[in-house]
């Protein structure tokens, strides 16, 4: 049985600044836990029911330290989720990453103060579905970290390398390198008739205010998706961020592979 201690101490991860004061994460679920234990990622401790452990080889749990056998019973006072898991682990965060000088090769995602971690989430994954290596975020923006934004990449976070930084800066240094810099507008010029470079920096903004007016300025390139619904009664006035993040992502994919 875990102590109120253990308890107390697993749950105040759900909260960024401890987080912070720990350098430690909370991952929960039989995937993103078998992932992270062959990622070279660090699992500091790991909280599993006598079934999960039971499947497990040796070689998959050597090296970790503190294993704790539990049952879901307990899972459930540390879990997020409302139907809770068999595994749950403790993971040191990785090292930050620096933001690297612009690569010339490749697209790469910009997103100003998104605030819903399933989104984020969800984001990351579809990065890494099409190969996207780095997607930088506004200091405002969730924490990759936060638990719900770890569960919905499903393994994807492993993939695709996350950094905190200043977008308007990060405009601006692409543009001296000579890369396009676009971001997505109600108003701007339909992404299926514009030309796309296969490198660059793709701009999304808050799910409910878009890309600030200061960061509009560093956009090279204006881009919208049209809408092709034909009946006005049922007309939507915008896309869920994380599903016009995937359309513009396909697209750019799409045009790089043709061309």
């Known amino acids: 049985m875990l102590s109120k201690t253990k308890l107390k101490y697993l749950n ?60 879901q019973g307990e899972i459930k006072k540390i879990s997020s989720l409302k139907t809770p898991q068999n595994v749950l ?26 605030q819903d971690p399933g989104n984020l989430g969800t984001i990351i994954r579809t990065a890494a ?7 930088f975020c506004s200091p405002d923006s969730v924490d990759v970290f936060n638990p719900k934004v770890i569960q919905s990449t499903m ?20 543009i001296q390198n000579s890369l396009h810099v676009y971001g997505t507008f109600p108003r701007g010029n339909n992404i299926y008739k514009e030309d796309l470079a296969s490198a660059g920096l793709v701009l999304m903004g808050n799910e409910s205010a878009g890309i600030s ?29 994380a599903s016009a993040t995937a359309i513009i992502c396909s697209e750019f994919k799409r045009r790089s592979a043709d061309s």
């Open 213 to 241: 007016s200061g960061l509009a300025k560093k956009v090279t390139h204006r881009l919208s998706i049209p809408a092709y619904s034909e009946k006005q009664e049922l007309q939507i006035d915008s896309l869920n961020l």
């Open 89 to 114: 682990a403790v993971v040191k965060m990785p090292e930050a990453e620096s933001v690297p000088e612009p690569p010339h090769d490749q697209l790469c995602l910009a997103l100003e103060r998104i």
């Open 129 to 135: 579905w099409f190969g996207i290596e780095y997607i």
């Open 155 to 174: 393994s994807a976070i492993l993939n695709v390398k996350i950094i905190y930084t200043g977008l308007s800066e990060l405009a601006e240094l692409f």
């Open 12 to 71: 105040s991860l759900k909260i960024k600044k401890n987080r912070i004061s720990a350098s430690c994460f909370l991952a929960e679920g039989d995937k993103i836990v078998r992932d992270i234990l062959h990622s070279g990622w660090t699992i500091t401790e790991l909280f599993a029911s006598k079934e999960w452990l039971e499947k497990q080889t040796g070689k998959e749990l050597a090296g970790l330290e503190k294993i704790h056998e539990t049952d």
